[in-house]
Nanobody, 123 residues
């Protein structure tokens, strides 16, 4: 299984980015996909996840209303649209896959992780 995250970059506060995570080696449509992030000197934190059954989607309170997760099962890709970015959103963003049927915020439920993509928001 490989998860390849891309789309990070440097953006000014208030700007937007779209992250992508291309998956291979798994039946993508039957995996819950999640995004996590880790800022320098901080613990990894949950951002959002999309369950494969029932369309369950969950967000961390800190990103609710600003970030949107979506998935294209035909392309084996999950996306994360980041809007109204703040300096506090600066982190390495990781995608991950889980065999659970519904979205989960717990990292230990995810079996595979991508390499991460850096998002830097300047003030």
């Amino acid at each position: 299984v490989q998860l390849q995250a891309s789309g990070g970059g440097v953006v000014q506060a208030g700007g937007s980015l779209r992250l992508s995570c291309a998956a291979s080696g798994l039946t993508f449509s039957t995996y819950t996909m999640g995004w996590f992030r880790q800022a320098p000197g901080k613990e990894r934190e949950f951002v959002t996840a999309s369950g494969w059954r029932g369309g369950s989607t969950i967000y961390a309170d800190s990103v609710k209303g600003r970030f949107t997760i979506s998935r294209d099962n035909a392309k084996n890709t999950v996306y994360l649209q980041l809007n109204s970015l703040k300096p506090g959103d600066t982190a390495v963003y990781y995608c991950a896959s889980s065999t659970l049927t519904r979205a989960t915020m717990w990292g230990h439920n995810y079996s595979y992780w991508g390499q991460g993509t850096q998002v830097t928001v300047s003030s």
